[in-house]
């Protein structure tokens, strides 16, 4: 089927309706759920092509700005403030009392709003 110009513009307006580019993850080491958000592909892309070909440091630096450009409250300066950040991405591994398991878990549920298949990130992170 041939989708029309007013089809494509509709799934638009529906998708901006549904919250496709928003969505809240449950995490147990905050105690309740933090909101991620879509940002552009290429900065996704840039991130992703880093974590293909670099050792185990540059992998979890690579999450890192992945969940910190993901999720607009981490960006608060008085939130970096109040967990006394030298750089801004540090608020990351401070708020989530360096805890990998949710920074893998952030990580995932942003990578799935691409559509990508997350289930090997661990082997990622490993290789």
Do not use: H, W
Not at 32 to 39: D, F, N, P, Q, S
Request: glycine share 6%; net charge negative; with cysteine.
């Amino acid at each position: 089927m041939k989708l029309t110009l007013e089809q494509l513009i509709e799934r638009k307006l529906s998708n901006q309706d549904k919250g496709n580019f928003v969505k809240e993850v449950e995490l147990a080491c905050l105690g309740g759920a933090i909101l991620i958000k879509k940002i552009p592909l290429t900065k996704i892309i840039n991130c992703i092509s880093e974590i293909e070909n670099a050792g185990t440091e540059a992998k979890f630096d690579a999450f890192i700005e992945i969940v910190y450009n993901c999720c607009p409250i981490m960006q608060e300066k008085k939130l970096q403030e109040a967990y006394e950040c030298g750089e801004p991405t540090d608020i990351v591994c401070r708020l989530l009392d360096d805890n990998v398991g949710a920074l893998v878990t952030l990580a995932t549920e942003i990578l799935a709003m691409y559509g990508m298949d997350s289930e090997n990130l661990m082997d990622k992170l490993k290789n």
